[in-house]
């Protein structure tokens, strides 16, 4: 069973910056990693991606956070970063940390999340 830990969460005044971190009990380099969002009242939503090492590492946005997000691993200590910059009020939500096994279609393992509130 894969477990996913997010930590780093909290509230920050809008144009400010926060890092979240994820920990896996895996060997991240075999899965890809991500983050997703919800917002209250709001669907689930897609911010980020690292693919597995099948895939080099490949990241991918969301084309709301291009330019103000960045996603990293550290695949030493099977961990995985959102470094979170120029935020605005409208990314206040909860923040999960999701993995799949390379090659499965959907997010399989899900964190329990952390909030992330934006004031303006």
């Known amino acids: 069973q894969v477990q996913l830990e997010e930590s780093g969460g909290g509230l920050v005044q809008a144009g400010g910056s926060l890092r979240l971190s994820c920990a896996a009990s895996?060997?991240?380099?075999?899965?890809?990693m991500g983050w997703f969002r919800q917002a209250p009242g709001k669907e689930r939503e897609f911010v980020a991606r690292?693919?597995?090492?099948?895939?080099?590492?490949?990241?991918s946005y969301a084309d709301f956070v291009k330019g103000r997000f960045a996603i990293s691993r550290d695949n030493a200590k099977n961990t995985v970063s959102l470094e979170m910059n120029s935020l605005k009020p409208e990314d206040t939500a909860v923040y999960y940390c999701v993995a799949r096994i390379s090659g499965a279609t959907e997010y399989e393992y899900w964190g329990q999340g952390t909030q992330v509130t934006v004031s303006s």
């Open positions: 895996v060997t991240v380099t075999y899965y890809d």
């Open positions: 690292t693919a597995s090492m099948w895939s080099h590492f490949a990241t």
